[in-house]
């Protein structure tokens, strides 16, 4: 299995008030990613990063902000969570080369409740 | 944008043969996934079809056709354990690194 941990696991809090997520991988792939999951949708990706200092919006990116000052460290930062922010949150690595496809390798996810 | 379907929930019976369907509609394709994903667990890569055909792995296979948009993932021999979703995921475009999910197949086996 592939060396990611998400922390933290579990996190309630209070609208308005700013949250930050961390994915840990120690797998030296260059490519990190945050989604997050609903039920009804699905996991939909919020950013993603191809490299340091790299990072990129997906398609949910509005209320999120993502910094990576290291390979192995993918903060997710809420800025102001809001109720609709309550989710599971799924950090991801993954690497391209001739030896793989590039298949994502899940963290175990942080589950996050705004009240 | 992409566009990706899947059943939403299935059903099968213990021992039994299931076929899980996904269809895609893109404006490239540069391979196409299958995560396994249990209840309050992470997904788990199953397998991946770039090119046309039939790709076995065990008692799990996936078929690709990119003329007709369409995979499925086929599960044989089923058991208890193989209860979870089941996620299609696709990458368009040459270059693209980057999946898109569809929102997953609840697959129930009974007994």
């Known amino acids: 299995d592939a060396g990611i941990t998400q922390s933290p696991r579990h996190k309630v809090t209070e609208t308005g008030t700013p949250v930050t997520l961390r994915c840990h991988q120690t797998?030296?792939?260059?490519?990190m990613y945050w989604y997050r999951q609903d039920p009804g949708h699905g996991l939909r990706l919020i950013h993603y990063?191809?490299?340091?200092?790299?990072?990129d919006k997906g398609e949910v990116s509005d209320g999120y902000s993502v910094s990576r000052s290291k390979t192995e460290d993918f903060l997710l930062t809420l800025e102001s969570a809001t109720s609709s922010q309550t989710s599971v949150y799924f950090c991801?690595?993954?690497?391209?080369?001739?030896?793989?496809?590039?298949?994502?390798?899940f963290g175990e996810g942080s589950r996050l409740t705004v009240l | 944008g992409q566009n990706i379907d899947q059943p939403t929930e299935m059903t099968a019976t213990e021992g039994a043969i299931v076929q899980i369907n996904c269809t895609y509609q893109?404006?490239?394709?540069?391979?196409l996934f299958w995560y396994q994903q249990h209840a309050g667990e992470a997904p788990t890569f199953l397998s991946y079809?770039?090119?046309?055909g039939l790709e076995e792995k065990g008692r799990f296979s996936s078929f690709l056709s990119r003329s007709k948009g369409y995979s499925y993932l086929l599960l044989k021999e089923l058991q208890m354990k193989d209860s979870a979703s089941y996620l299609c995921?696709?990458?368009?475009?040459?270059?693209?690194?980057?999946?898109?999910f569809g929102r997953g197949t609840s697959l129930i086996v009974h007994p």
């Open positions: 079809n770039v090119l046309d």
């Open positions: 797998e030296n792939h260059r490519y």
């Open positions: 990063s191809y490299g340091v200092k790299d990072t």
């Open positions: 991801a690595i993954s690497e391209l080369g001739t030896a793989n496809t590039g298949e994502l390798f």
């Open positions: 893109t404006s490239g394709f540069n391979g």
């Open positions: 995921a696709v990458r368009d475009g040459p270059g693209s690194y980057i999946p898109t």
